[in-house]
Nanobody, 130 residues
Framework: EAQLVESGGGLVQAGGSLRLSCAAS????????IGWFRQAPGNPIEGISC????????HYADSVKDRVNILRDDAKNVVHLQMNSLKPEDTAVYYC???????????????????????WGQGTQVTVSS
């Protein structure tokens, strides 16, 4: 089973930037997708970005589009989430998760549904002050 560890969270002022990292280990999957999710207190978990291993396709939620960039470092099995122009409403615990099961489309594609992902990290807190 894959193990995921997030890092890079912290306290930042509005307008600032953070780079979150998701280090993956303990798996030998040839194909997978890694997604970033976040959950603010009292809110449901929200998928914000995802990247596939097979073709490197990237996906962004409207809430973060144009402010976030997801990057994959295959040599280190790390996926980064570069977040810019942060807003107080970005305050949340951020999780990365890996999807390694073939889906109904015959491959492993990104998804916004948490239940589609198989292993999760412990989360990293991001707090944006106004």
């Amino acid at each position: 089973e894959a193990q995921l560890v997030e890092s890079g969270g912290g306290l930042v002022q509005a307008g600032g930037s953070l780079r979150l990292s998701c280090a993956a280990s303990g798996f030998t999957f040839v194909d997978y997708a890694i997604g970033w999710f976040r959950q603010a207190p009292g809110n449901p978990i929200e998928g914000i970005s995802c990247i596939t291993r097979s073709d490197g396709s990237t996906h962004y939620a409207d809430s973060v589009k144009d402010r976030v960039n997801i990057l994959r470092d295959d040599a280190k099995n790390v996926v980064h989430l570069q977040m810019n122009s942060l807003k107080p409403e970005d305050t949340a615990v951020y999780y990365c998760a890996i999807k390694d099961r073939v889906d109904g489309q015959g491959g492993i594609h990104c998804s916004w549904f948490p239940e589609d992902f198989d292993s999760w990290g412990q989360g990293t807190q991001v707090t944006v002050s106004s």
